[in-house]
């Protein structure tokens, strides 16, 4: 009777049986399958927001450089009006996506300290098709580094790219005579704004996020200089 009851008892030096072992497996399997996943998960959701926050940072940056431009922004009354072309000025046409703005600022930035280069400048913003995918467009600055009574485009320029792919962008300007918000403003116009510019200018810029929804960010410029300069002989 004894011997039959240590038969029956397992013997602890005794190993697993396969169905253990199976068993032990799928468990290992099962939760090697979760860690990876939540890595996974971890990464991606890591990789997402590095993204995001680059690219929240470039259409900041971009929106701060117009509004620095802006708030530069001046005319001067001692111009040849026999000419073609003002040497400064402000005109602005609403375009699909991106309105046209050319106009005269102080806010160009010697790039060495003894450039013989002044701060009076001319700044284009435009668009421009992305040169490798040409489906989505790019934000472009272009600055002629000194004025003149030349056609534009036969001036040499630096182009550089303020934002890459946005579906379009809206400029607003607050006309402080008439009290309003417009789209286009033009001083070389006798019909236009001849002689001053905004007092404000609104800007929003619109994107599409990774999930294909569109995001608008949206920020204010304050022009310092109203009204053109107008230098008197001593």
Do not use: C
Not at 10 to 31: F, K, N
Not at 101 to 129: C, K, M
Not at 192 to 204: D, H, V
């Amino acid at each position: 009777m004894k011997a039959r009851n240590r038969r029956n008892q397992r013997d602890p030096q005794a190993g697993l049986t396969l169905i253990e072992v199976m068993i032990a497996s799928a468990i290992m399997v099962i939760m090697m399958s979760l860690a990876w996943k939540t890595i996974s998960n971890t990464s991606d959701t890591k990789k997402n927001f590095e993204k995001y926050e680059e690219r929240n940072h470039e259409l900041r940056m971009a929106l701060d450089r117009v509004v620095r431009d802006f708030e530069s922004a001046y005319l001067s009354a001692n111009e040849d009006n026999t000419q073609s072309h003002t040497r400064t000025m402000f005109i602005a046409k609403p375009k699909t996506p991106v309105p046209s703005v050319r106009f005269s600022t102080l806010g160009h930035r010697p790039l060495w300290s003894d450039a013989n280069e002044s701060d009076q400048t001319v700044i284009e913003y435009l668009s421009r098709s992305d040169p490798e995918e040409k489906d989505k467009t790019d934000w472009i600055r272009r600055e002629q580094r000194r004025e003149s009574n030349q056609p534009p485009e036969e001036e040499p320029s630096d182009y550089d790219i303020v934002a890459h792919d946005i579906v379009n962008v809206k400029i607003e300007f607050w006309n402080w005579k008439n009290l309003e918000w417009v789209e286009t403003w033009d001083t070389t116009q006798s019909d236009g704004q001849r002689g001053y510019l905004p007092s404000r200018a609104r800007i929003t810029i619109t994107t599409k996020n990774s999930e294909g929804r569109e995001v608008k960010l949206s920020t204010e410029a304050r022009f310092q200089m109203q009204e053109q300069l107008t230098l008197s002989p001593s």
